[in-house]
Nanobody, 121 residues
Framework: QVQLLESGGGLVQAGGSLRLSCAASGLVFSTYRMGWFRQAPGKEREVVSTILWSGGGTFSADSVKGRFTISRDDAQKLLYLQMNNLQPNDTAVYYC??????????????WGQGTQVTVSS
């Protein structure tokens, strides 16, 4: 059974930083594409950053480029999102997700419960 557990969310002032973590279990973590998504109130869920398996490439949405960095520790089965210079429009529930199959796939099959990030102005 695949489980993804996010942590690290909270309340921060504009310009501050947070680091989100996602602990994975029940899958061979190093072989899966991973991603961070977010959903703000009244808005659709959107991709934030993604990272391929084992040292693969990364992608970040234009809205977070230069501020957020995705990384992974395959030995510890952890996914990270370092968020710097946070702004009020970054306020959302942030979700960790894993791809639909090892070394490939095109969708995200497994999702965590989410962690709230709130940025005050």
């Amino acid at each position: 059974q695949v489980q993804l557990l996010e942590s690290g969310g909270g309340l921060v002032q504009a310009g501050g930083s947070l680091r989100l973590s996602c602990a994975a279990s029940g899958l061979v973590f190093s072989t899966y594409r991973m991603g961070w998504f977010r959903q703000a109130p009244g808005k659709e869920r959107e991709v934030v950053s993604t990272i391929l398996w084992s040292g693969g490439g990364t992608f970040s949405a234009d809205s977070v480029k230069g501020r957020f960095t995705i990384s992974r520790d395959d030995a510890q089965k952890l996914l990270y999102l370092q968020m710097n210079n946070l702004q009020p429009n970054d306020t959302a529930v942030y979700y960790c997700a894993a791809g639909d199959r090892p070394y490939g796939g095109s969708t995200y099959r497994y999702w965590g419960q989410g962690t709230q990030v709130t940025v005050s102005s």
